[in-house]
């Protein structure tokens, strides 16, 4: 049995980059929708139907733990999946998101309890992070922003630190007047852009803490193994990694080996 992997294109790999790194002993397989990214300017309907159709693929590929490494789908279609499809058709499976991981390091390491976030339009709206933060802390002050641009500065290969800098301070100023100590990356482009977004908020002379989700993740998942027996034990341990795509270009092989920190083989596959 495998740990499947799942983004609606390849930000993925940077989540998956943190879990190899910290669990190197397990086999992996992702899948990234590239044909049909990106899903925050879907209906929740259909990102629903595609989340579904990804997951019945990677449990088909011997997967019996699945992290849905997309805000948007774990925002979108998680929750409906965990309640009515596992039950139903995959009872001895589970499927788990990144956004919880993150709101509970968030409010864990928050000390005035004012949190940012910065995520896509359609996370944002979702109010998702809000929501998940306030059942962990009511009394925690949210701060969200939606970030666009970012995805599109990522995708490119942007290395102009002038433009990625006038784009990113355009989206941390607001958060920072609020008087922010922690600050959720919510989306899995970002943790790319970790370091000039550490350099924005350390020039504003305030302390933030940065909670990236690749490796808040991976000690989440971490422990959630050494806690469910039921799932650790029936892992195959043979370090084999295997990458899928519903659409293989150029650049998916490109940026993903870049996301993953290493040059990766993939291949496509229709869902």
């Given amino acids: 049995m495998k740990i499947g992997i799942f983004d609606s294109g390849f930000g993925g790999l940077n989540i998956m980059k943190s879990i190899v790194q910290t669990m190197p002993q397990y086999d992996y397989v992702y899948l990234g929708d590239t044909a ?7 209906s929740q309907e259909t990102i629903l139907e595609y989340t579904k159709e990804a997951v019945d693929f990677l449990f088909k590929q011997d997967c019996s733990l699945i992290i849905l490494a997309c805000n948007t789908a774990s925002a979108e279609a998680l929750s409906k999946i965990q309640k009515e499809c596992l039950p139903q058709t995959y009872s001895d499976k ?36 809000p929501r998940e933060i ?32 006038k784009v990113l301070s355009n989206y941390l100023n607001p958060l920072i007047d609020q008087n922010i100590d922690t600050l959720i990356l919510g989306c899995t482009h970002y943790g790319l852009l970790e370091k000039e977004i550490k350099d924005i908020l350390d020039k ?52 993903g080996g870049l996301f993953f920190g290493e040059k990766i083989k993939v291949d496509k596959i229709h869902l």
């Fill in 134 to 165: 306030k059942k962990l802390d009511t009394n925690t002050n949210i701060f969200q922003n939606a970030c666009p641009l970012l995805v599109p500065i990522v995708e490119a290969g942007e290395n102009d630190i002038e433009i990625i800098n």
């Fill in 204 to 255: 504003s002379g305030k302390k933030i803490m940065i909670v990236s989700e690749g490796p808040v993740v991976a000690e989440k998942l971490k422990d959630y193994l050494s806690k469910h027996a039921e799932f650790s034990n029936k892992l195959s341990k043979n370090s084999s990694r295997l990458f899928f795509t519903t659409d293989l270009t150029d650049s998916f092989e490109k940026l």
């Fill in 94 to 129: 589970n499927v788990l998101g990144v956004i919880i991981p993150a709101c509970e390091k968030a409010v864990e390491i928050s000390k005035n309890k004012n949190i940012g976030i910065i995520a896509t339009s359609s996370s944002v709206q979702s109010e998702t992070f």
């Fill in 36 to 42: 049909r990214t990106p899903y925050g300017t879907r």
